[in-house]
Protein backbone atom coordinates (compact mmCIF):
# COMPACT_ATOMS: atom_id res chain seq x y z
CA UNK A 1 0.00 0.00 0.00
CA UNK A 2 1.35 3.40 -1.27
CA UNK A 3 1.94 5.86 1.43
CA UNK A 4 -0.16 8.98 1.45
CA UNK A 5 1.29 12.81 2.79
CA UNK A 6 -0.09 12.34 5.66
CA UNK A 7 1.85 9.07 6.36
CA UNK A 8 5.17 10.62 4.65
CA UNK A 9 5.09 13.36 7.25
CA UNK A 10 5.05 11.02 9.86
CA UNK A 11 7.53 8.47 8.28
CA UNK A 12 9.40 11.49 7.71
CA UNK A 13 9.97 11.94 11.28
CA UNK A 14 10.11 8.71 12.85
CA UNK A 15 13.06 7.69 10.82
CA UNK A 16 15.35 10.28 12.35
CA UNK A 17 14.28 9.97 15.44
CA UNK A 18 14.66 5.83 15.20
CA UNK A 19 18.90 6.79 14.01
CA UNK A 20 18.86 9.87 16.52
CA UNK A 21 17.32 6.95 19.49
CA UNK A 22 20.46 4.63 18.57
CA UNK A 23 23.10 7.62 18.66
CA UNK A 24 22.95 8.53 14.84
CA UNK A 25 22.01 11.06 12.97
CA UNK A 26 22.48 12.61 9.46
CA UNK A 27 25.28 14.18 8.95
CA UNK A 28 28.23 15.06 6.12
CA UNK A 29 30.54 12.18 7.09
CA UNK A 30 30.70 8.82 8.83
CA UNK A 31 31.61 9.55 12.13
CA UNK A 32 28.57 8.08 14.48
CA UNK A 33 28.86 3.95 16.18
CA UNK A 34 26.35 1.83 17.69
CA UNK A 35 26.27 -1.39 18.91
CA UNK A 36 22.79 -2.09 19.04
CA UNK A 37 21.07 -5.15 21.56
CA UNK A 38 22.35 -8.65 20.87
CA UNK A 39 18.63 -10.19 19.69
CA UNK A 40 18.27 -7.55 17.11
CA UNK A 41 21.24 -7.21 15.91
CA UNK A 42 21.11 -11.57 15.10
CA UNK A 43 17.47 -10.67 13.98
CA UNK A 44 17.18 -12.05 9.90
CA UNK A 45 15.40 -9.00 8.26
CA UNK A 46 12.79 -9.89 6.16
CA UNK A 47 14.01 -9.34 2.47
CA UNK A 48 10.93 -8.77 0.56
CA UNK A 49 9.85 -6.30 3.52
CA UNK A 50 13.04 -4.44 3.24
CA UNK A 51 12.11 -3.82 -0.68
CA UNK A 52 8.73 -3.50 -0.45
CA UNK A 53 9.68 -0.16 2.11
CA UNK A 54 11.45 1.30 -1.07
CA UNK A 55 8.76 0.67 -3.68
CA UNK A 56 6.50 1.82 -1.43
CA UNK A 57 8.27 5.44 -1.17
CA UNK A 58 8.17 5.20 -5.00
CA UNK A 59 4.51 4.63 -5.35
CA UNK A 60 3.45 7.27 -3.55
CA UNK A 61 5.09 9.87 -5.71
CA UNK A 62 2.68 8.36 -8.72
CA UNK A 63 0.68 10.74 -10.13
CA UNK A 64 2.46 13.84 -9.73
CA UNK A 65 4.45 13.81 -12.86
CA UNK A 66 4.63 11.68 -15.49
CA UNK A 67 7.47 9.71 -14.99
CA UNK A 68 7.02 9.27 -11.34
CA UNK A 69 9.68 6.95 -9.16
CA UNK A 70 12.91 7.14 -7.12
CA UNK A 71 14.46 10.05 -9.33
CA UNK A 72 17.52 11.10 -8.64
CA UNK A 73 17.30 14.42 -6.64
CA UNK A 74 13.96 13.85 -5.55
CA UNK A 75 12.11 13.36 -1.62
CA UNK A 76 11.60 10.37 -2.48
CA UNK A 77 15.07 9.37 -3.26
CA UNK A 78 16.00 11.23 0.16
CA UNK A 79 13.06 9.22 1.58
CA UNK A 80 14.66 6.14 0.58
CA UNK A 81 18.19 6.78 1.48
CA UNK A 82 16.85 7.19 4.98
CA UNK A 83 15.02 4.18 4.93
CA UNK A 84 17.69 2.44 3.93
CA UNK A 85 19.88 3.99 7.53
CA UNK A 86 17.60 2.55 9.01
CA UNK A 87 17.40 -0.66 7.55
CA UNK A 88 21.22 -0.81 8.37
CA UNK A 89 21.17 0.21 11.68
CA UNK A 90 21.10 -3.15 13.56
CA UNK A 91 23.52 -4.50 11.28
CA UNK A 92 26.55 -2.10 10.88
CA UNK A 93 28.96 -0.41 13.11
CA UNK A 94 28.81 2.87 11.50
CA UNK A 95 26.30 4.53 8.99
CA UNK A 96 25.77 8.17 8.05
CA UNK A 97 24.17 10.04 5.38
CA UNK A 98 26.27 12.17 3.03
CA UNK A 99 24.56 15.21 1.09
CA UNK A 100 25.38 16.57 -2.40
CA UNK A 101 24.42 19.08 -4.58
CA UNK A 102 23.07 17.18 -8.18
CA UNK A 103 22.28 19.06 -11.14
CA UNK A 104 19.75 17.16 -13.38
CA UNK A 105 17.49 17.97 -16.45
CA UNK A 106 14.53 16.81 -15.93
CA UNK A 107 10.99 17.13 -18.52
CA UNK A 108 7.87 17.23 -16.33
CA UNK A 109 4.96 17.17 -18.46
CA UNK A 110 4.30 16.14 -21.94
CA UNK A 111 1.56 15.33 -24.58
CA UNK A 112 1.55 13.25 -27.58
CA UNK A 113 -1.13 13.45 -29.19
CA UNK A 114 -3.52 13.90 -32.86
CA UNK A 115 -4.74 16.87 -32.85
CA UNK A 116 -7.73 17.30 -30.73
CA UNK A 117 -7.85 13.74 -29.93
CA UNK A 118 -6.73 12.13 -26.45
CA UNK A 119 -2.52 11.88 -25.84
CA UNK A 120 -0.84 8.63 -26.36
CA UNK A 121 -1.20 7.50 -22.76
CA UNK A 122 2.29 5.83 -22.95
CA UNK A 123 4.39 8.16 -24.42
CA UNK A 124 7.74 8.86 -22.72
CA UNK A 125 10.18 11.14 -24.01
CA UNK A 126 13.34 8.68 -24.73
CA UNK A 127 15.62 9.20 -23.20
CA UNK A 128 14.09 10.95 -20.50
CA UNK A 129 16.68 13.67 -19.79
CA UNK A 130 17.11 15.07 -22.97
CA UNK A 131 16.53 18.33 -24.67
CA UNK A 132 13.97 18.49 -26.90
CA UNK A 133 12.10 21.33 -28.54
CA UNK A 134 9.01 22.65 -26.23
CA UNK A 135 6.18 21.91 -29.24
CA UNK A 136 6.32 20.20 -32.34
CA UNK A 137 3.15 21.68 -34.54
CA UNK A 138 0.65 19.23 -36.28
CA UNK A 139 2.90 17.01 -38.79
CA UNK A 140 1.40 13.48 -40.91
CA UNK A 141 3.18 10.19 -39.85
CA UNK A 142 5.22 8.23 -41.71
CA UNK A 143 5.67 4.22 -40.86
CA UNK A 144 9.49 3.10 -41.40
CA UNK A 145 9.29 -0.38 -43.06
CA UNK A 146 12.23 -0.59 -45.54
CA UNK A 147 15.58 1.16 -45.25
CA UNK A 148 14.50 3.07 -48.07
CA UNK A 149 11.24 4.55 -46.46
CA UNK A 150 13.41 6.97 -44.55
CA UNK A 151 14.01 9.07 -47.25
CA UNK A 152 10.79 9.89 -47.57
CA UNK A 153 10.15 11.12 -44.10
CA UNK A 154 11.20 14.78 -44.63
CA UNK A 155 8.50 17.38 -42.75
CA UNK A 156 6.93 14.26 -40.88
CA UNK A 157 6.84 11.63 -38.38
CA UNK A 158 8.84 8.87 -38.57
CA UNK A 159 7.42 5.38 -36.62
CA UNK A 160 9.40 2.61 -36.59
CA UNK A 161 8.09 -0.67 -34.52
CA UNK A 162 11.54 -1.40 -32.34
CA UNK A 163 12.56 -4.95 -31.86
CA UNK A 164 13.62 -5.76 -28.39
CA UNK A 165 15.98 -8.41 -27.40
CA UNK A 166 14.82 -8.44 -24.00
CA UNK A 167 14.02 -5.27 -22.50
CA UNK A 168 13.75 -1.72 -23.32
CA UNK A 169 17.51 -0.85 -22.68
CA UNK A 170 18.32 -3.31 -25.73
CA UNK A 171 16.33 -2.43 -28.56
CA UNK A 172 16.37 -1.45 -32.45
CA UNK A 173 16.76 1.87 -32.10
CA UNK A 174 19.22 2.09 -29.72
CA UNK A 175 21.35 -0.63 -31.35
CA UNK A 176 20.67 0.95 -35.07
CA UNK A 177 20.79 4.80 -34.12
CA UNK A 178 17.50 5.23 -35.43
CA UNK A 179 17.01 8.58 -33.78
CA UNK A 180 20.13 10.38 -35.82
CA UNK A 181 18.19 8.64 -38.57
CA UNK A 182 15.49 10.13 -38.50
CA UNK A 183 17.07 13.49 -37.84
CA UNK A 184 19.52 13.01 -40.81
CA UNK A 185 16.54 12.54 -43.24
CA UNK A 186 14.74 15.62 -41.68
CA UNK A 187 11.92 14.16 -39.85
CA UNK A 188 10.21 16.76 -37.53
CA UNK A 189 9.50 13.84 -34.92
CA UNK A 190 10.58 10.47 -34.13
CA UNK A 191 8.21 7.52 -32.46
CA UNK A 192 8.95 3.89 -31.93
CA UNK A 193 6.61 1.54 -30.44
CA UNK A 194 7.90 -1.43 -28.22
CA UNK A 195 6.54 -5.03 -28.69
CA UNK A 196 5.39 -4.81 -25.05
CA UNK A 197 2.13 -7.28 -23.43
CA UNK A 198 -1.51 -6.20 -23.84
CA UNK A 199 -2.31 -3.37 -21.10
CA UNK A 200 -0.57 0.35 -20.61
CA UNK A 201 3.08 0.14 -20.56
CA UNK A 202 5.65 3.24 -19.67
CA UNK A 203 8.84 2.72 -20.35
CA UNK A 204 12.25 5.00 -19.72
CA UNK A 205 14.36 3.40 -23.02
CA UNK A 206 18.15 5.03 -23.73
CA UNK A 207 18.63 5.77 -27.05
CA UNK A 208 22.28 6.84 -26.65
CA UNK A 209 25.64 4.92 -25.40
CA UNK A 210 24.82 4.44 -21.55
CA UNK A 211 27.17 6.95 -19.75
CA UNK A 212 27.53 9.23 -22.52
CA UNK A 213 27.09 12.66 -22.11
CA UNK A 214 23.68 12.64 -23.63
CA UNK A 215 23.72 15.52 -25.56
CA UNK A 216 26.86 16.56 -26.13
CA UNK A 217 27.08 16.39 -30.11
CA UNK A 218 24.13 18.78 -30.45
CA UNK A 219 26.01 22.97 -30.18
CA UNK A 220 23.00 24.07 -27.68
CA UNK A 221 22.53 21.28 -25.67
CA UNK A 222 19.00 20.75 -27.48
CA UNK A 223 18.13 17.82 -29.47
CA UNK A 224 17.23 18.89 -32.93
CA UNK A 225 13.51 16.61 -32.86
CA UNK A 226 11.45 14.98 -30.10
CA UNK A 227 11.84 11.81 -29.59
CA UNK A 228 9.11 9.48 -27.47
CA UNK A 229 8.69 5.61 -26.83
CA UNK A 230 4.99 4.07 -26.72
CA UNK A 231 3.77 0.80 -25.90
CA UNK A 232 2.53 -2.08 -28.44
CA UNK A 233 -1.16 -0.78 -28.12
CA UNK A 234 0.00 3.11 -28.60
CA UNK A 235 1.95 1.76 -31.68
CA UNK A 236 -1.41 0.13 -33.28
CA UNK A 237 -3.20 3.47 -32.37
CA UNK A 238 -0.08 5.12 -34.63
CA UNK A 239 -0.04 3.17 -37.68
CA UNK A 240 -3.59 3.44 -37.79
CA UNK A 241 -3.29 7.60 -37.86
CA UNK A 242 -0.63 6.88 -40.48
CA UNK A 243 -2.85 4.98 -42.48
CA UNK A 244 -6.45 7.62 -42.38
CA UNK A 245 -3.43 10.37 -43.01
CA UNK A 246 -3.27 12.05 -39.24
CA UNK A 247 -1.47 13.96 -38.11
CA UNK A 248 0.61 14.19 -34.71
CA UNK A 249 1.63 17.17 -32.25
CA UNK A 250 3.64 17.10 -29.04
CA UNK A 251 3.85 19.66 -26.18
CA UNK A 252 7.07 19.20 -23.42
CA UNK A 253 7.18 21.22 -20.24
CA UNK A 254 10.66 21.32 -18.23
CA UNK A 255 11.51 22.28 -14.83
CA UNK A 256 14.27 24.37 -14.30
CA UNK A 257 17.37 23.09 -14.53
CA UNK A 258 19.19 23.66 -10.90
CA UNK A 259 21.02 22.45 -8.23
CA UNK A 260 19.32 19.00 -6.08
CA UNK A 261 19.92 17.69 -2.85
CA UNK A 262 20.54 14.38 -2.64
CA UNK A 263 21.47 11.70 -0.15
CA UNK A 264 24.23 9.14 -0.20
CA UNK A 265 23.70 6.44 2.27
CA UNK A 266 27.48 5.15 4.07
CA UNK A 267 27.83 2.52 6.52
CA UNK A 268 30.83 0.24 7.49
CA UNK A 269 31.57 -3.04 8.85
CA UNK A 270 35.06 -3.06 10.11
CA UNK A 271 37.07 -6.55 9.90
CA UNK A 272 40.86 -7.48 9.88
CA UNK A 273 41.67 -4.42 7.56
CA UNK A 274 44.17 -6.04 5.02
CA UNK A 275 41.72 -4.22 2.29
CA UNK A 276 38.48 -2.65 2.21
CA UNK A 277 35.72 -4.11 -0.19
CA UNK A 278 32.92 -1.76 -1.65
CA UNK A 279 28.91 -3.23 -1.92
CA UNK A 280 26.81 -0.84 -3.08
CA UNK A 281 23.24 -0.80 -4.33
CA UNK A 282 21.43 2.43 -5.96
CA UNK A 283 18.79 3.74 -4.38
CA UNK A 284 16.98 5.71 -7.55
CA UNK A 285 14.30 3.62 -9.60
CA UNK A 286 11.83 4.68 -12.54
CA UNK A 287 8.57 3.77 -11.33
CA UNK A 288 8.34 1.04 -8.41
CA UNK A 289 11.58 0.17 -8.92
CA UNK A 290 11.70 -3.02 -7.07
CA UNK A 291 13.62 -5.28 -9.52
CA UNK A 292 15.92 -2.06 -10.36
CA UNK A 293 16.64 -1.43 -7.72
CA UNK A 294 15.30 -2.69 -4.47
CA UNK A 295 16.64 -5.80 -4.97
CA UNK A 296 19.59 -4.58 -4.67
CA UNK A 297 19.30 -2.91 -1.54
CA UNK A 298 17.35 -5.51 0.05
CA UNK A 299 20.44 -7.76 -0.95
CA UNK A 300 22.63 -5.12 0.21
CA UNK A 301 20.87 -5.31 4.09
CA UNK A 302 20.50 -9.21 3.64
CA UNK A 303 24.87 -9.04 3.69
CA UNK A 304 24.70 -6.54 6.27
CA UNK A 305 23.39 -9.00 8.29
CA UNK A 306 25.23 -12.19 7.25
CA UNK A 307 28.26 -10.19 7.54
CA UNK A 308 27.32 -9.18 11.45
CA UNK A 309 27.50 -13.03 12.21
CA UNK A 310 30.71 -13.75 11.00
CA UNK A 311 33.74 -13.12 13.95
CA UNK A 312 35.76 -10.28 13.56
CA UNK A 313 38.46 -12.05 12.79
CA UNK A 314 37.52 -13.86 10.14
CA UNK A 315 36.11 -10.61 8.52
CA UNK A 316 39.36 -10.36 6.32
CA UNK A 317 38.93 -6.87 4.49
CA UNK A 318 36.66 -3.85 5.65
CA UNK A 319 33.28 -3.21 4.24
CA UNK A 320 31.45 0.02 2.96
CA UNK A 321 27.81 -1.05 2.27
CA UNK A 322 26.83 2.03 0.02
CA UNK A 323 23.38 3.06 -0.67
CA UNK A 324 24.35 5.31 -4.26
CA UNK A 325 21.87 8.16 -5.59
CA UNK A 326 21.30 9.29 -8.57
CA UNK A 327 22.60 5.59 -10.61
CA UNK A 328 20.58 6.69 -13.36
CA UNK A 329 22.33 10.22 -13.78
CA UNK A 330 25.44 8.91 -15.24
CA UNK A 331 26.55 7.57 -12.05
CA UNK A 332 26.06 11.02 -10.28
CA UNK A 333 26.21 9.36 -6.88
CA UNK A 334 28.92 7.30 -7.11
CA UNK A 335 31.24 10.18 -8.26
CA UNK A 336 30.14 12.34 -5.18
CA UNK A 337 30.91 9.39 -3.28
CA UNK A 338 34.76 9.46 -4.50
CA UNK A 339 35.24 12.76 -4.57
CA UNK A 340 34.10 13.88 -1.17
CA UNK A 341 36.60 11.56 0.44
CA UNK A 342 39.47 10.29 -2.39
CA UNK A 343 41.43 8.96 0.27
CA UNK A 344 38.50 6.44 1.55
CA UNK A 345 39.49 4.98 -1.92
CA UNK A 346 43.17 4.51 -1.22
CA UNK A 347 41.80 0.92 0.87
CA UNK A 348 39.53 -0.30 -1.51
CA UNK A 349 40.61 -3.01 -3.87
CA UNK A 350 37.07 -4.66 -4.88
CA UNK A 351 34.12 -3.05 -6.02
CA UNK A 352 30.66 -5.46 -6.14
CA UNK A 353 27.84 -3.82 -7.41
CA UNK A 354 24.24 -5.38 -6.67
CA UNK A 355 22.20 -4.91 -9.66
CA UNK A 356 18.65 -6.24 -10.22
CA UNK A 357 18.89 -9.32 -8.38
CA UNK A 358 15.92 -11.27 -8.60
CA UNK A 359 13.71 -11.06 -11.39
CA UNK A 360 10.59 -13.23 -11.36
CA UNK A 361 8.03 -13.44 -13.63
CA UNK A 362 4.63 -11.43 -12.66
CA UNK A 363 1.12 -12.03 -13.94
CA UNK A 364 2.48 -10.53 -17.27
CA UNK A 365 4.89 -13.09 -17.95
CA UNK A 366 2.87 -16.72 -18.51
CA UNK A 367 0.83 -15.04 -20.77
CA UNK A 368 3.52 -13.12 -23.10
CA UNK A 369 5.93 -16.35 -23.03
CA UNK A 370 8.53 -14.61 -21.36
CA UNK A 371 11.84 -17.23 -20.81
CA UNK A 372 11.53 -19.24 -17.57
CA UNK A 373 13.61 -18.51 -15.60
CA UNK A 374 14.84 -14.75 -16.19
CA UNK A 375 17.42 -15.49 -13.48
CA UNK A 376 19.28 -17.45 -16.15
CA UNK A 377 19.25 -14.43 -18.10
CA UNK A 378 21.87 -12.99 -16.13
CA UNK A 379 25.52 -11.36 -17.71
CA UNK A 380 28.56 -11.17 -15.44
CA UNK A 381 30.35 -8.10 -15.85
CA UNK A 382 34.09 -8.58 -14.75
CA UNK A 383 35.76 -5.35 -14.80
CA UNK A 384 38.31 -4.10 -17.04
CA UNK A 385 40.94 -6.39 -15.50
CA UNK A 386 39.03 -9.17 -15.92
CA UNK A 387 38.82 -10.72 -11.91
CA UNK A 388 40.07 -13.97 -13.07
CA UNK A 389 39.74 -15.39 -9.19
CA UNK A 390 35.73 -15.04 -9.73
CA UNK A 391 35.78 -16.24 -13.46
CA UNK A 392 36.86 -19.63 -12.88
CA UNK A 393 34.35 -19.95 -9.72
CA UNK A 394 31.41 -18.19 -11.45
CA UNK A 395 29.45 -21.48 -12.68
CA UNK A 396 29.77 -23.35 -9.74
CA UNK A 397 28.79 -20.62 -7.38
CA UNK A 398 25.93 -19.78 -9.40
CA UNK A 399 25.01 -23.25 -9.66
CA UNK A 400 25.74 -23.94 -5.78
CA UNK A 401 23.36 -20.64 -4.15
CA UNK A 402 20.64 -21.42 -6.62
CA UNK A 403 20.77 -18.02 -8.38
CA UNK A 404 21.01 -19.40 -11.61
CA UNK A 405 20.30 -22.64 -13.55
CA UNK A 406 23.09 -22.04 -16.44
CA UNK A 407 26.63 -20.75 -16.25
CA UNK A 408 26.32 -16.47 -17.37
CA UNK A 409 28.44 -15.16 -20.16
CA UNK A 410 31.22 -13.05 -18.56
CA UNK A 411 32.38 -9.84 -19.87
CA UNK A 412 36.03 -8.28 -18.97
CA UNK A 413 34.30 -4.97 -19.33
CA UNK A 414 32.21 -2.66 -16.51
CA UNK A 415 28.44 -1.69 -16.28
CA UNK A 416 26.85 1.37 -14.42
CA UNK A 417 28.61 3.01 -11.69
CA UNK A 418 31.33 0.70 -12.26
CA UNK A 419 32.20 2.85 -14.64
CA UNK A 420 33.25 5.39 -11.85
CA UNK A 421 36.13 3.75 -10.24
CA UNK A 422 36.56 0.69 -12.88
CA UNK A 423 40.16 1.41 -14.35
CA UNK A 424 41.84 1.28 -10.86
CA UNK A 425 39.98 -1.89 -8.75
CA UNK A 426 39.09 -5.24 -9.37
CA UNK A 427 34.83 -4.78 -10.30
CA UNK A 428 31.73 -6.89 -10.07
CA UNK A 429 27.91 -7.27 -11.50
CA UNK A 430 26.04 -9.86 -12.11
CA UNK A 431 22.78 -8.47 -13.53
CA UNK A 432 19.90 -8.87 -16.01
CA UNK A 433 17.20 -6.84 -17.85
CA UNK A 434 13.90 -8.22 -17.31
CA UNK A 435 11.11 -7.25 -19.47
CA UNK A 436 9.68 -5.00 -17.38
CA UNK A 437 13.22 -3.30 -17.00
CA UNK A 438 12.82 0.67 -16.44
CA UNK A 439 8.79 0.44 -16.97
CA UNK A 440 6.20 0.51 -14.49
CA UNK A 441 5.27 -2.78 -14.13
CA UNK A 442 8.56 -3.60 -12.48
CA UNK A 443 6.83 -4.16 -9.38
CA UNK A 444 6.82 -5.47 -6.00
CA UNK A 445 5.27 -9.38 -7.34
CA UNK A 446 8.28 -9.81 -9.45
CA UNK A 447 10.41 -10.43 -6.06
CA UNK A 448 10.51 -13.26 -3.94
CA UNK A 449 12.10 -14.11 -0.99
CA UNK A 450 13.77 -16.67 -1.91
CA UNK A 451 15.15 -15.01 -4.65
CA UNK A 452 16.89 -12.72 -2.61
CA UNK A 453 17.62 -14.95 -0.04
CA UNK A 454 19.92 -16.59 -2.99
CA UNK A 455 21.35 -13.27 -4.29
CA UNK A 456 22.65 -12.69 -0.07
CA UNK A 457 23.94 -16.62 -0.69
CA UNK A 458 25.87 -15.76 -3.87
CA UNK A 459 27.46 -13.00 -2.44
CA UNK A 460 28.19 -13.88 0.26
CA UNK A 461 30.27 -16.88 -1.35
CA UNK A 462 31.69 -14.67 -3.60
CA UNK A 463 33.22 -12.60 -1.14
CA UNK A 464 34.99 -15.63 0.48
CA UNK A 465 36.00 -16.76 -3.08
CA UNK A 466 38.15 -13.16 -3.70
CA UNK A 467 39.91 -13.56 0.06
CA UNK A 468 37.68 -10.92 1.71
CA UNK A 469 36.37 -13.42 4.30
CA UNK A 470 37.67 -16.24 5.10
CA UNK A 471 35.87 -19.87 5.38
CA UNK A 472 34.92 -21.18 8.54
Known sequence: MAIGPAERRVYLVIIPLLLAAVGLTFVPAIRHR?????????????????????????????????LWGRIGGSQAERDSAMALAAQLVPYVDEVGIEPYQLTAHRPTAWTLSAPGGPP???????????????????????????????????????FVRAVMESAASDTSVRRDRLYQKAVLNGALGFVFALPTPPGTWRSVVPVDKPFAMQDIEYPDGVRPIPCFSVDAEDGNRIEAMAREITYLECKLDYAPDGPLEAFNTVSRIPGQGKSTVLLAAHLDSFFSGANDDASGLATLVGMAHRLGQ??????????????????????????????????????????ILLEHTDAQHGAEGAAFNWPDPLNDKRVAYLGNRGFPSIRGALPDLVAATGMMGVAPPMLDACIADLYVVCDRLEAFCLIQAPPYYHTDHDTIDKLSEAGLQNAVEFHMRLLETIGAIAAP
Request: positive net charge.
Open 34 to 66: FQPPFALRHAAPDLIAVAAEHVRIAEATRGATP
Open 310 to 351: IPRERRIADFLLVGLSAHHDAGAGMRAFVERSPRRMDTVRQF
Open 120 to 158: LVSAMPAPFDARFPAEVLPAPIHLIATEADWALTKGRWA
